[in-house]
Structure formats: structure tokens, C-alpha cells
């Protein structure tokens, strides 16, 4: 495509100053875009991407790399509108697609795929979830013994986590469990043991998980004629929240474009708030300096979300980081409401006072689904939850169990993933324990005949199932016959009709979860193949049906109640943030190390709020099941990040107990009362 010299000035006019300079900075050089909250990056990211359409660039070769698929949907959508509207097309015209927009993995799953022969994968290798992926590790574990030591061996979510944060941190086991998990550190040994058997069991099953898909990717481009074929597919690389990334995907970048030519990364290392899932902040903050010549740093500071008011307290939070891009934060938006600190007695009170000033907004026109609650854990919720639900206040719940962990769903998925894949132990051996008389030792006899076979479907077909289940093992076989010829997308139909008999045998409340299967059913519907499905699904579940409270969806409006971490990138007219104390925000088991970012964390929550901010600050919590000291309240301290200086731009308001008994606070007097008591048994 021509390079247009002059593009219409309609696609650029809505750009400020700083965005227009990241739109067209010269490719030939890396940039790191530093994207303060709600400063327009998608917009100015989208925008980018026209630009170098306009100046040449194949969209075939672009590749734009996101951390959830609704992100790169999103993102893919706005950049084909500054396309269209660049290249002059009218609206009924479809502007060209860019088929290599998708999050890290998505794009890793395409490219193993492709590449499988060369690797060792057969291309239908199938992508554990992080729940199946916790079942394999917990059977390498039982088959090791490691449960029966003197000692606690961590258990299955433990070791898949430290497995996790050692492969995506690119960091030795030793110095993981030294630094994150120091109490497993003298299983270090049995560990290795471990995880080596894992992943001789991946392979055996042709399974991966999560880690693997980045693992695989950065190896590969650790092969120079591997890397060199896929560095020559894209002449552009473009990632979004690069603060999130961890040290596989920093590396997988670079390596990609060695000489940072075509790399444009957008971030904030403000809002650096997943270290937990090894996310490293260093990748940010030390960017330009990967690059000779050094990358350009531009940032963009004009908030089009939040009042001027909210942003000046917010930017008092941030400063207090240890190390960071320097920016600061302002709007168009002058004054506006000043956040609140608002002291409470305690949870209760809390809880009541949130209820009570919801409703007061709402009333005021500020409907429910524009205001949320935020917390720190979602443990942090539960009185504010009883409030709710007893003055029946629909709510919906981010943060809680994904629509992939409910039983129902894991069956019928399952079955599928057996299908696609005959050497999917872990599929078969839930899927086959759903027959009557199918206990965990045949399951296991079944696991062990299709592990030997040099042809699992021959052998599927020959296995005998006990008397008790000879009947329904015939229709299992009869129904996963059918599905290995696969006929998609009727074959969540097919598998849907052998499942449904058993969902309500296994379940009381049936009809609620067939309906989540048809959801599925729909989801299906929308993907090309069986493999894309499984792999999509896998890799970016929709949220639960389960997390919803309070029937929210037969109600016209309810309120967001969620962690920060599912906050981010959201954005709400009044946010209330629970809790703002020490031991919660910062949490109590962050650690010296962790301490910048629980203060990320909660700059994260502040510039969720557009118009309205209440930071709740309970005195006391009752502490129960403390065997040492009985259940007791303790008493707790304003979060050290709501310095004086951040306090000083803050409302501080001390509304009375709404469990008051008179208005000065004290009972009437009764001296009697006691010697009556006394007298009951005279």
C-alpha cells in the first residue's frame, strides 16, 4: 500500500498533542508509550496503527499483542475505524482486517500449531486450564508418594503456582521458593522430581498448560532458524500493558525485533499491579535502555476520565513509589467533588454506610451499574454483601469463580477435549468417572491402557467397563466415536445430548446449569472449529454465572462489586474503596518487597472514579477462630499510603454509628436492672 503524504486531517483531529506525537513517531526507532489511567491510549494505539497502514505497512504483518481477547477484539475494532475512515472508505465498506491482533498466548497457541512438526507437538495438542492443569500435578504428585512425608508437602495449587512463577519469572526453582515460598523450600529436590514428571506427562498426553505456551514461544526463538522465520513475518510489533508482561514475553519481544525497529509498547507502570502472577515492573522501567539507539519515551498525562480533585489525590498516592516514569495526571475537568476519607466504627457500619449512600446516588441519577465497590480481597466483601442482599440491593461479583470451574461445564468440556484429543488422560479420566460403577481405580486401569496403546481409539473401542456400567460405557463410546469424526459446531449438540441425562443425576439444580451449557452451546456456535473453541475458551473464559448475587439479571440496574485487580481498565461514576487500612491495603501478607505494589494498587482503584470517591477506613475488625486469643476486635491504623499530604487533598468526614441508641451515644440509666436480675430466683 502507497505511502499517503497527507491523510485526512479527520483522523487525527480528536488527538491531543501528546497522543498525535506517539501516533507519529518514526518506526524506525523503538517507543515506549507511557499511558496514564484514562488518557486515551486504545484510542491513540488504534490511531498508530492506521499511521503506519498509511505509511506502508501490511496489517498482514502487523502483530498487536494484548493481555485479554475482549482487549484485542476492542483493540482490532477501533484500529479498523481510524483505517476505514483514514483510507476514505465509506461505512458499508470493510476496512482491511489485521489477523494478528490476540493476547500472548492466543498468538503463541497459532504459532505452536504451525510449527508443531518442528518441535516435537502434534498439532492437536490440547491447552490445560488452570484447574486441569492443578489435577495433573496433584496425579504426578500421588504417584511420587510425595503426600506421605514427615514434612507438609505443598499441595496441588501451591506447586502449580510455584512451577508457574519459576517458569514465567525465567528464575532458578531455588531462588523462587527462597524469595515467594520460603516455608517449601526445603522440598526443593522433590519439587524438580515433581515438575519434571509433569511435564513428561504433558508431553506423553500432548497437553499444555498456560506457562508452556510462552515457554514454547521464547524457545523457539532462542533457535536462530526458527526465530528468523518468525521475526520475518511481522514488520511491526505492538503490545499493550506492557507492565503486565513477564520476563518470557519482555524476551519473546525483543527477540522478535532485536534492533527495536517497528516496536511501539504501551504501558504504565503506575498501574504495575500482577507481580503475583510474575509480572515484572522492571521490564518497564528499564525498556529504553534494552535498544541502541536508547527507545523514545513519550507520555500522555491528559485524563479524560476523572475530576481534577480525584487526579491530584491520586498523583499524591503515586509519587510515593520507590521508582517510576515521572508523570502527572490532569484533566480538563476542573475542581469536581474531593474524595472522602470516611472513618467508620467498623465492618458493619461500613457496609451500612456504603448501602446507604449507593441508594442516596442512586436517587440522585446516578444508577447502580455506574457505581462499584472496590476491595483488596474478595474476602473483604462478605458484610458488605449480607447489607446488600438484606436490603436487597442487586449486586453482581468480579473477581470469584470463571464460568470454566464450574462442574457442569469442566464435564462437558471434557468430553470434547477427549475427543479432540484420544491421549488427554485427565479429560478421560473425569469424563469416564461420570458412569454409574466407573470408580477411580478402573478409571485409572482405562488411563493405563490408552497411555500403552499405539492407538487409543482402537483401544477405547476394546476396553471392557465394569458390569455395572456396560450399558452406559457403550453409549460413552458410541458418542466419542461420533465426536472424533467431528462435525463442528454440532458437536457440542451431540456431546450436550449424552451429558444432559447425567446432569440431572449428578446435580439438584439442573435446569440452571443446562442453561449455562446452552450459553455454551451459543459460544460454540461463534468459532470455526472445535480446536479454536477449545483453545479460545481455555485460554480467556467468560465470567460465571455463579459470581452474579441478588438474580442482578432479572433486575433493570445493579450495583459492581470487585476486587481492584478485575477493576482495572474499568471505569465507574462513583467508586467506593473498602477497607483503606493497614493489614488490608497494604495487605498484611505483601511483605516489605510487595509494599510499592499494594500502593499501585490502590492509585489503581482511585483512577476508577470518574466523579465520586469514598475511601472507607473501619477502626476496628472482630478477628474470629484465633484459638491462642479467642475471637477479640483489633483495632486498625489509616493505610500509610494516605500520607498528610494525600490526606490534605481529601474530604475526612466521621459519620455517626448507625447502631447508635440515643443521640449522645449512651443508654439510659437503669441501676436496678441488675439487682432484678439477681432476684429471678428468689
Known sequence: MSKLADPPPALFERLNPEQRAAVDHDAARALLLVAGAGSGKTMTLAARVARLVLDGADPQRLLLLTFSRRAAVELERRAAHALRDALGLPATRTPPRLPWAGTFHSVAARLLREHAAAI???????????????????LQREALDLGSTRQRFPLKGTCLAIYSRTVNSATPLGDVLRAHYPWCAPHEDALKTLFGAYARAKLQQQLLDYDDLLLYWARMMDQPALAAALAARFDHVLVDEYQDTNRLQAAIVRALRPDGRGVTVVG??????????????????????????????????????????????ANAVIEQAAERHAKRLWSERAGGERPQLVTVADEAAQAHWVA??????????????????????????????????????????????????????????SLLRWAHNPRHALAAFRVVQLLPGVGGAHARRLLDTLAAAADPDAALQAWRAPAAARDDWAQLREVHAALRRSDWPHDVERALGWYAPRLEQLHDDAAARLADLRQLQQLAAAHGSRERFLAELTLDPPAASSDEA??????????????????????????????????CLPSDLAGRDG???????????????????????????????????????????????????????????????????????????????????AAMWD
Not at 462499584?372 to 470469584?400: D, Q, Y
Not at 489503581?604 to 484465633?626: E, G, K, S
Open 268 to 313: 504504565d507502570d503506575a498501574q504495575a499491579i500482577y507481580g503475583f502472577r510474575a509480572a515484572e515492573l522492571r521490564n518497564i522501567l528499564d525498556f529504553p535502555a534494552q535498544y541502541a539507539p536508547p527507545a523514545a519515551v513519550l507520555t500522555l498525562q491528559r485524563n479524560y476520565r476523572s475530576t481534577q480533585a480525584i487526579l491530584d489525590a
Open 120 to 138: 516435537g507437538l502434534d498439532e492437536s495438542f490440547t491447552i490445560l486450564d488452570r484447574a486441569d492443569a492443578e489435577d495433573l500435578i496433584a
Open 550 to 583: 441478588g438474580e442482578p439479571l432479572r433486575d433493570e440496574d445493579y450495583l459492581i462489586v470487585s476486587t481492584i485487580h478485575a477493576a482495572k481498565g474499568q471505569e465507574w461514576r462513583a467508586v467506593y474503596l473498602l477497607n483503606a487500612v493497614d493489614g
Open 356 to 413: 446507604d449512600r449507593v441508594l442516596e446516588r442512586r436517587e440522585a441519577g446516578i444508577a447502580l451499574k455506574r457505581q462499584a465497590v472496590l476491595l483488596r480481597s474478595a474476602a473483604h466483601g462478605a458484610a458488605l454483601e449480607l447489607e446488600l442482599t438484606r436490603r436487597r440491593i442487586p449486586f453482581v461479583k468480579f473477581g470469584g469463580l470463571r464460568f470454566l470451574e464450574s462442574a457442569h461445564v469442566k464435564d462437558l468440556l
Open 595 to 677: 509494599l510499592d505494589e499494594e500502593l499501585r494498587l490502590l492509585y489503581v482503584a482511585m483512577t476508577r472514579a470518574r466523579d465520586h470517591l469514598d475511601v472507607l477506613l473501619p477502626q476496628r475488625f472482630y478477628v474470629t477462630q484465633q484459638a491462642a486469643r479467642g475471637d477479640r476486635h483489633v483495632y486498625a491504623l489509616r493505610s500509610r499510603f494516605i500520607t498528610p499530604q494525600v490526606a490534605a487533598l481529601c474530604d475526612a468526614i466521621a459519620p455517626p454509628s448507625p447502631f447508635a441508641t440515643s443521640a449522645g451515644g449512651a443508654l439510659p440509666a437503669a441501676p436496678g436492672l441488675a439487682a432484678g436480675v
